[in-house]
Nanobody, 124 residues
């Protein structure tokens, strides 16, 4: 499966952005989809993940209550709605896909499929 992330940009603190991840080349509805981010000089960190059915989701504590992950399998697209953005949310955001739901779903090393990053910059 190929993934294409988009929707990043420059936003003021307190503002909102919605990232999109379009999937192609496979049955995207069968994949667990995740969002990760990487700030300059830091490792890639987990943000959110959603099950293949869309019925379950997991969030990093740092974004819980502010970010919402969702999926539209008819459009083969996963979204990350980001509200109440903070300067510490500034990073390159990546979407990823894997085939199974277990405790390792928060680990970037356990995702075999990745899109290119989309930059999110939050100004304070």
């Amino acid at each position: 499966v190929q993934l294409q992330a988009s929707g990043g940009g420059l936003v003021q603190a307190g503002g909102s952005l919605r990232l999109s991840c379009a999937a192609s080349g496979g049955t995207s509805s069968s994949y667990i989809m995740g969002w990760f981010r990487q700030a300059p000089g830091k490792g890639r960190e987990f943000v959110a993940t959603i099950s293949s059915s869309g019925g379950s989701s997991t969030y990093a504590d740092s974004v819980k209550g502010r970010f919402t992950i969702s999926r539209d399998d008819a459009e083969n697209t996963v979204y990350l709605q980001m509200d109440s953005l903070k300067s510490e949310d500034t990073a390159n955001y990546y979407c990823a896909a894997r085939s199974y739901w277990d405790s390792t779903r928060v680990m970037p090393s356990r995702y075999p499929y990745w899109g290119q990053g989309t930059q999110v910059t939050v100004s304070s």
